[in-house]
Protein backbone atom coordinates (compact mmCIF):
# COMPACT_ATOMS: atom_id res chain seq x y z
CA UNK A 1 0.00 0.00 0.00
CA UNK A 2 0.79 3.58 -0.74
CA UNK A 3 2.12 5.97 1.86
CA UNK A 4 -0.72 8.76 3.08
CA UNK A 5 -0.36 11.83 1.35
CA UNK A 6 1.14 13.99 3.99
CA UNK A 7 -0.11 17.73 4.51
CA UNK A 8 2.94 18.98 4.81
CA UNK A 9 5.33 18.15 1.38
CA UNK A 10 8.26 18.66 2.91
CA UNK A 11 7.42 15.87 5.64
CA UNK A 12 5.88 13.83 2.41
CA UNK A 13 9.18 13.66 0.45
CA UNK A 14 11.16 12.65 3.63
CA UNK A 15 8.72 9.87 4.57
CA UNK A 16 8.82 8.75 0.27
CA UNK A 17 12.75 8.15 0.86
CA UNK A 18 12.52 6.59 4.25
CA UNK A 19 12.94 2.76 2.42
CA UNK A 20 16.09 1.84 1.08
CA UNK A 21 14.83 0.67 -2.34
CA UNK A 22 13.37 4.26 -3.31
CA UNK A 23 16.61 5.65 -2.70
CA UNK A 24 18.25 3.12 -4.67
CA UNK A 25 15.99 3.86 -7.50
CA UNK A 26 16.59 8.03 -7.13
CA UNK A 27 20.76 6.56 -6.64
CA UNK A 28 19.66 4.86 -10.33
CA UNK A 29 17.73 7.57 -11.67
CA UNK A 30 20.80 10.05 -11.24
CA UNK A 31 22.45 8.59 -13.84
CA UNK A 32 19.92 7.75 -16.51
CA UNK A 33 16.33 7.38 -17.19
CA UNK A 34 15.27 3.80 -16.79
CA UNK A 35 12.07 1.43 -17.77
CA UNK A 36 10.20 0.30 -14.56
CA UNK A 37 11.47 -3.74 -15.88
CA UNK A 38 14.82 -2.27 -16.41
CA UNK A 39 14.87 -1.25 -12.31
CA UNK A 40 13.54 -4.47 -11.51
CA UNK A 41 15.74 -6.45 -13.11
CA UNK A 42 18.36 -3.91 -11.27
CA UNK A 43 16.71 -4.49 -7.95
CA UNK A 44 15.93 -8.19 -8.39
CA UNK A 45 12.69 -7.33 -7.43
CA UNK A 46 9.11 -7.88 -8.84
CA UNK A 47 7.77 -5.60 -11.09
CA UNK A 48 4.46 -4.56 -9.27
CA UNK A 49 6.75 -4.15 -5.71
CA UNK A 50 9.00 -1.79 -7.94
CA UNK A 51 5.53 -0.32 -9.26
CA UNK A 52 4.71 0.19 -5.63
CA UNK A 53 8.37 2.30 -4.30
CA UNK A 54 8.05 4.12 -8.35
CA UNK A 55 4.05 5.10 -6.87
CA UNK A 56 5.16 6.48 -3.83
CA UNK A 57 8.18 8.29 -5.30
CA UNK A 58 5.47 10.13 -7.79
CA UNK A 59 2.86 10.89 -5.21
CA UNK A 60 6.11 12.84 -3.63
CA UNK A 61 7.19 14.35 -6.82
CA UNK A 62 9.98 13.11 -6.81
CA UNK A 63 10.44 11.08 -10.06
CA UNK A 64 8.02 11.50 -13.02
CA UNK A 65 6.58 9.24 -15.06
CA UNK A 66 6.07 8.81 -19.33
CA UNK A 67 4.54 6.33 -21.20
CA UNK A 68 5.97 5.50 -24.02
CA UNK A 69 3.63 2.37 -26.00
CA UNK A 70 3.95 -0.49 -23.49
CA UNK A 71 6.96 0.78 -21.78
CA UNK A 72 7.05 3.12 -18.60
CA UNK A 73 9.97 5.49 -18.50
CA UNK A 74 11.11 7.44 -14.68
CA UNK A 75 13.06 9.96 -14.55
CA UNK A 76 14.33 12.68 -11.47
CA UNK A 77 11.72 15.69 -11.36
CA UNK A 78 13.18 18.84 -11.95
CA UNK A 79 10.85 20.54 -9.88
CA UNK A 80 12.36 18.30 -6.68
CA UNK A 81 16.18 19.81 -7.04
CA UNK A 82 17.72 16.72 -7.49
CA UNK A 83 21.09 18.24 -7.28
CA UNK A 84 19.99 19.38 -3.59
CA UNK A 85 18.85 15.88 -2.69
CA UNK A 86 22.03 14.18 -3.62
CA UNK A 87 24.55 16.96 -2.45
CA UNK A 88 22.75 15.70 1.23
CA UNK A 89 23.01 12.11 0.10
CA UNK A 90 26.52 12.49 -0.89
CA UNK A 91 27.40 14.11 2.47
CA UNK A 92 25.26 11.66 4.82
CA UNK A 93 25.75 8.43 3.14
CA UNK A 94 26.95 5.37 5.43
CA UNK A 95 29.23 2.84 4.15
CA UNK A 96 27.10 0.65 3.72
CA UNK A 97 24.66 1.92 1.96
CA UNK A 98 27.36 3.03 -0.48
CA UNK A 99 28.22 -0.33 -1.30
CA UNK A 100 24.84 -1.26 -2.31
CA UNK A 101 24.84 1.77 -4.58
CA UNK A 102 28.12 0.62 -6.65
CA UNK A 103 26.30 -2.67 -6.54
CA UNK A 104 23.15 -1.40 -8.32
CA UNK A 105 25.70 1.08 -10.75
CA UNK A 106 27.54 -2.41 -11.62
CA UNK A 107 24.07 -4.01 -12.62
CA UNK A 108 23.18 -0.61 -14.26
CA UNK A 109 25.79 -1.34 -17.06
CA UNK A 110 24.72 -4.21 -17.63
CA UNK A 111 21.42 -2.43 -18.81
CA UNK A 112 23.94 -0.01 -20.45
CA UNK A 113 25.10 -3.08 -22.51
CA UNK A 114 22.23 -4.59 -23.61
CA UNK A 115 20.63 -1.34 -25.16
CA UNK A 116 23.89 -0.62 -26.90
CA UNK A 117 24.18 -4.18 -28.14
CA UNK A 118 20.75 -4.04 -29.68
CA UNK A 119 21.50 -0.78 -31.33
CA UNK A 120 24.77 -1.66 -32.50
CA UNK A 121 23.33 -5.08 -34.20
CA UNK A 122 21.06 -2.93 -35.79
CA UNK A 123 22.78 -0.49 -37.01
CA UNK A 124 25.59 -3.28 -38.29
CA UNK A 125 22.94 -5.32 -39.97
CA UNK A 126 21.23 -2.13 -41.81
CA UNK A 127 24.67 0.01 -42.63
CA UNK A 128 24.46 0.03 -46.35
CA UNK A 129 20.62 0.12 -46.22
CA UNK A 130 20.34 2.96 -43.42
CA UNK A 131 19.16 5.76 -45.93
CA UNK A 132 16.33 3.75 -47.65
CA UNK A 133 15.20 2.72 -43.91
CA UNK A 134 14.62 6.24 -42.87
CA UNK A 135 13.03 7.01 -45.96
CA UNK A 136 10.28 4.40 -45.28
CA UNK A 137 9.01 6.41 -42.06
CA UNK A 138 8.51 9.95 -43.60
CA UNK A 139 9.66 11.20 -47.52
CA UNK A 140 12.90 12.34 -46.57
CA UNK A 141 13.02 14.77 -49.39
CA UNK A 142 10.60 16.55 -47.39
CA UNK A 143 12.35 16.33 -43.97
CA UNK A 144 15.77 17.89 -45.90
CA UNK A 145 13.81 20.71 -47.68
CA UNK A 146 12.32 21.11 -43.92
CA UNK A 147 16.24 21.41 -42.42
CA UNK A 148 16.91 23.60 -44.72
CA UNK A 149 14.41 26.28 -44.11
CA UNK A 150 15.23 25.95 -40.60
CA UNK A 151 18.91 26.08 -40.89
CA UNK A 152 17.48 29.71 -43.20
CA UNK A 153 19.74 32.40 -45.15
CA UNK A 154 21.80 32.69 -41.03
CA UNK A 155 25.40 31.32 -41.69
CA UNK A 156 26.22 27.61 -40.56
CA UNK A 157 29.83 27.83 -39.67
CA UNK A 158 31.13 24.59 -38.16
CA UNK A 159 28.42 22.23 -38.58
CA UNK A 160 28.40 19.11 -36.19
CA UNK A 161 26.43 16.34 -37.93
CA UNK A 162 25.57 13.85 -34.27
CA UNK A 163 24.77 10.44 -35.39
CA UNK A 164 26.18 11.34 -39.27
CA UNK A 165 25.44 7.41 -40.34
CA UNK A 166 25.90 7.49 -43.71
CA UNK A 167 26.90 11.64 -43.93
CA UNK A 168 23.72 12.30 -45.80
CA UNK A 169 23.64 15.74 -43.64
CA UNK A 170 27.08 16.66 -44.39
CA UNK A 171 26.67 15.70 -48.04
CA UNK A 172 23.63 18.00 -47.79
CA UNK A 173 25.06 20.82 -45.90
CA UNK A 174 28.86 21.06 -45.38
CA UNK A 175 29.93 23.16 -48.48
CA UNK A 176 27.57 26.28 -46.98
CA UNK A 177 29.92 25.60 -43.78
CA UNK A 178 33.15 26.61 -42.56
CA UNK A 179 33.73 23.46 -41.39
CA UNK A 180 31.48 20.13 -41.74
CA UNK A 181 32.22 17.44 -38.78
CA UNK A 182 30.13 13.84 -38.68
CA UNK A 183 30.76 11.51 -35.41
CA UNK A 184 29.25 8.29 -35.31
CA UNK A 185 29.80 5.59 -33.26
CA UNK A 186 30.17 3.04 -35.51
CA UNK A 187 32.84 2.38 -37.21
CA UNK A 188 31.14 0.72 -40.20
CA UNK A 189 28.92 3.87 -40.61
CA UNK A 190 31.81 5.85 -41.14
CA UNK A 191 33.74 4.12 -43.83
CA UNK A 192 30.28 4.28 -45.61
CA UNK A 193 30.35 7.56 -45.07
CA UNK A 194 33.77 8.00 -46.37
CA UNK A 195 32.83 6.36 -49.18
CA UNK A 196 29.75 8.61 -50.20
CA UNK A 197 31.22 11.82 -49.33
CA UNK A 198 34.29 10.89 -51.04
CA UNK A 199 31.42 9.99 -54.09
CA UNK A 200 30.12 13.54 -53.42
CA UNK A 201 33.09 15.21 -54.31
CA UNK A 202 32.82 16.72 -50.12
CA UNK A 203 36.08 17.08 -49.32
CA UNK A 204 35.53 20.06 -46.21
CA UNK A 205 34.12 17.17 -44.14
CA UNK A 206 36.05 15.70 -41.39
CA UNK A 207 34.60 11.99 -39.91
CA UNK A 208 35.46 10.87 -36.24
CA UNK A 209 34.30 7.78 -34.23
CA UNK A 210 32.55 9.18 -30.97
CA UNK A 211 29.66 8.85 -28.67
CA UNK A 212 26.64 11.43 -28.63
CA UNK A 213 27.04 11.76 -24.86
CA UNK A 214 30.95 12.55 -24.99
CA UNK A 215 31.53 14.58 -28.20
CA UNK A 216 35.50 14.66 -28.90
CA UNK A 217 34.99 17.92 -29.42
CA UNK A 218 36.05 21.03 -26.91
CA UNK A 219 33.41 23.07 -25.40
CA UNK A 220 31.78 25.87 -27.70
CA UNK A 221 33.86 25.25 -30.58
CA UNK A 222 30.99 24.38 -33.13
CA UNK A 223 28.10 27.03 -34.50
CA UNK A 224 25.12 24.76 -35.62
CA UNK A 225 24.59 20.96 -34.62
CA UNK A 226 22.19 18.73 -36.13
CA UNK A 227 20.56 15.58 -34.53
CA UNK A 228 19.07 13.94 -37.67
CA UNK A 229 16.84 10.86 -36.76
CA UNK A 230 18.95 10.23 -33.34
CA UNK A 231 17.59 10.74 -30.45
CA UNK A 232 15.08 7.89 -30.28
CA UNK A 233 18.32 5.83 -29.84
CA UNK A 234 19.24 7.73 -26.82
CA UNK A 235 19.20 5.90 -23.61
CA UNK A 236 19.65 9.41 -22.25
CA UNK A 237 18.00 11.78 -24.22
CA UNK A 238 18.16 15.15 -22.00
CA UNK A 239 21.90 13.78 -21.52
CA UNK A 240 22.66 13.85 -25.40
CA UNK A 241 21.38 17.34 -25.71
CA UNK A 242 23.63 18.61 -22.88
CA UNK A 243 26.22 17.45 -24.32
CA UNK A 244 25.48 19.08 -27.98
CA UNK A 245 25.48 22.37 -26.11
CA UNK A 246 28.31 21.88 -24.20
CA UNK A 247 29.96 21.90 -27.94
CA UNK A 248 27.46 24.65 -29.25
CA UNK A 249 29.08 28.32 -29.28
CA UNK A 250 27.09 31.29 -27.99
CA UNK A 251 24.29 32.46 -30.60
CA UNK A 252 24.46 28.88 -32.27
CA UNK A 253 21.52 26.58 -33.06
CA UNK A 254 20.80 23.04 -32.43
CA UNK A 255 18.43 21.23 -34.59
CA UNK A 256 16.63 17.87 -33.39
CA UNK A 257 14.70 15.86 -36.39
CA UNK A 258 12.85 13.11 -35.02
CA UNK A 259 9.49 11.62 -34.77
CA UNK A 260 6.64 12.64 -32.68
CA UNK A 261 5.35 10.47 -30.01
CA UNK A 262 3.75 7.73 -31.17
CA UNK A 263 2.64 3.97 -30.64
CA UNK A 264 4.42 1.84 -33.15
CA UNK A 265 5.76 -1.09 -30.80
CA UNK A 266 7.74 -2.63 -33.30
CA UNK A 267 9.97 0.06 -34.43
CA UNK A 268 11.18 -0.93 -30.63
CA UNK A 269 11.32 -4.53 -31.24
CA UNK A 270 12.15 -5.04 -34.80
CA UNK A 271 14.01 -1.36 -35.41
CA UNK A 272 15.84 -0.93 -31.44
CA UNK A 273 14.01 2.34 -31.22
CA UNK A 274 14.79 2.87 -27.39
CA UNK A 275 11.89 5.97 -27.66
CA UNK A 276 8.87 6.36 -29.63
CA UNK A 277 8.88 9.84 -30.40
CA UNK A 278 8.81 12.71 -28.24
CA UNK A 279 6.50 15.31 -27.27
CA UNK A 280 7.21 19.05 -27.20
CA UNK A 281 7.28 19.40 -23.77
CA UNK A 282 9.87 16.95 -22.98
CA UNK A 283 11.89 18.40 -25.62
CA UNK A 284 11.44 21.97 -24.51
CA UNK A 285 12.56 20.47 -20.91
CA UNK A 286 15.76 19.35 -22.24
CA UNK A 287 16.54 21.79 -24.26
CA UNK A 288 15.86 25.00 -21.34
CA UNK A 289 18.15 22.36 -18.84
CA UNK A 290 20.75 22.87 -21.53
CA UNK A 291 20.72 26.40 -21.46
CA UNK A 292 19.12 26.36 -24.65
CA UNK A 293 15.78 28.38 -26.11
CA UNK A 294 13.58 26.84 -28.41
CA UNK A 295 12.40 29.47 -30.84
CA UNK A 296 11.43 27.13 -33.92
CA UNK A 297 8.98 23.76 -34.26
CA UNK A 298 8.11 22.59 -37.53
CA UNK A 299 5.54 19.26 -37.92
CA UNK A 300 5.90 17.48 -40.86
CA UNK A 301 2.26 15.66 -41.29
CA UNK A 302 3.51 13.44 -44.17
CA UNK A 303 3.66 9.23 -43.94
CA UNK A 304 2.52 7.00 -41.40
CA UNK A 305 4.57 9.06 -38.46
CA UNK A 306 5.00 12.71 -38.00
CA UNK A 307 8.22 14.29 -37.92
CA UNK A 308 8.94 17.36 -36.09
CA UNK A 309 12.20 19.48 -36.26
CA UNK A 310 12.79 21.35 -32.79
CA UNK A 311 15.69 24.42 -32.92
CA UNK A 312 17.01 25.48 -30.22
CA UNK A 313 19.26 28.37 -29.48
CA UNK A 314 22.30 29.18 -27.19
CA UNK A 315 22.07 32.85 -25.67
CA UNK A 316 24.43 34.88 -27.09
CA UNK A 317 25.73 36.55 -30.09
CA UNK A 318 26.80 34.07 -32.99
CA UNK A 319 30.63 34.79 -34.08
CA UNK A 320 31.28 33.73 -37.83
CA UNK A 321 34.06 33.74 -39.84
CA UNK A 322 33.24 36.79 -41.21
CA UNK A 323 32.95 38.86 -38.61
CA UNK A 324 35.78 37.35 -36.42
Not at 224 to 234: G, K, T, W
Not at 235 to 243: K, R
Amino acid sequence: MSLSPSPHPLAGRFQALADPSRLRILALLRTMELAVGELAQILGQSQPRVSHHIRVLDEARLIERRKEGSWVYIGLAPAAAPEVLFALVDQWVDPASEALFESDAARLESIRADRAEAARRYFEAHAATWDNIRSLHVAESEVEAAIASALGDEPIGTLLDIGTGTGRMLELFADRSDGAIGVDRSSEMLRLARVKLDAAGIASASLRQGDMYSLPLADRSVDSILLHQVLHYAQAPGTAIAEAARVLRPGGRLLVIDFAQHGREELRNQDAHLRLGFADDAIRGWFASAGLEVDRIDRLEGGELTVILWRGRKPGRLQTREAA
